[in-house]
């Protein structure tokens, strides 16, 4: 299915879901940049909140830009099909490959982006229009990415939230995967 038609069937599970679907659908609708970052102000993204083979524990990165641990996840790069933006970021984010483990969409955020420094160059403050996957890694070892995260663990979501560093995204977005994703965990 198309990543749009997808968003466009996806029935949001709370306020902040049905809010943000509307406004990244009309965004889609008006910008044809809307898959590349070239689009200053906004862009889409896709993550992965990725549960370990045995389905106990999630996988956090420390990211760099953030300096928090986080979720695995990317830009588009002009790549429509956000289900293999999300799996190309978890492998390269975490080192092992993963799988679907649920069909299509686990959530959508509207996420902003603070001003930062990327590979010595100023990024402008924007926000992400980012489709979250719910995925299962297919290996224990992890890798991180020096480029983009300094470690990479697997927790107990217990441990994952106590470990992020951005309340926000732990009350909004971690939690609601948490909620979201327990169907699937042992």
Not at 135 to 159: G, I, Q
Request: some cysteine; glycine content about 4%.
């Amino acid at each position: 299915m198309d990543t749009i038609e997808e968003i466009r069937a996806y029935i949001p599970g709370c306020e902040q879901e049905e809010r943000d679907k509307a406004a990244m659908l009309a965004f889609l609708a008006s910008n044809d940049d809307a898959f590349d970052r070239s689009n200053r102000l906004s862009h889409m993204t896709a993550s992965a909140w990725i549960l370990s083979p045995d389905r106990k524990r999630v996988a956090m990165c420390y990211h760099n830009v953030y300096n928090s641990w986080s979720w695995t996840g990317g830009h588009a790069d002009g790549d429509r099909d956000l289900l293999a933006v999300a799996l190309r970021e978890a492998e390269e984010e975490t080192g092992v490959a993963c799988r679907p483990l649920a069909e299509g969409i686990c959530s959508l955020e509207i996420l902003t982006v603070p001003g930062h420094v990327k590979n010595g160059q100023w990024i402008s403050g924007h926000t992400h229009m980012n489709v979250t996957y719910l995925l299962c890694a297919e290996r224990e070892d992890l890798r991180p990415k020096p480029d983009e995260n300094r470690a990479v663990a697997w927790m107990t979501t217990e441990e994952a939230l106590a470990a992020s560093t951005e309340p926000w995204m732990v009350e909004h977005v971690y939690r609601k995967l948490i909620e979201r994703s327990k169907p699937y965990m042992k």
